[in-house]
């Protein structure tokens, strides 16, 4: 990323998942999240629902960081 706030952002949750904390809050990219959006409109066709991080990850084929 560019944004300064982002990048500070990133490096303070790099060093907070290297002792063990916020390891669920890894970022995601963009195009994993996109592509489970757009799974999971076909997968729960007609349904409103809520992805959890799991399912981002399964949908979009990916692996928790």
């Avoid at 996109?34 to 959890?52: C, I, N, P, W």
Wanted: glycine share 8%.
């Amino acid at each position: 990323s560019t944004r300064q706030g982002e990048r500070m952002a990133l490096k303070v949750l790099q060093a907070l998942n290297g002792i063990g904390l916020f390891q669920r809050y890894a970022p995601i990219s963009t195009m994993a999240l996109a592509t489970a959006l757009k799974e999971s409109f076909f997968h729960y066709a007609g349904q409103q629902k809520t992805l959890s991080l799991s399912e981002i990850f399964s949908l979009s084929g990916t692996t928790n960081p």
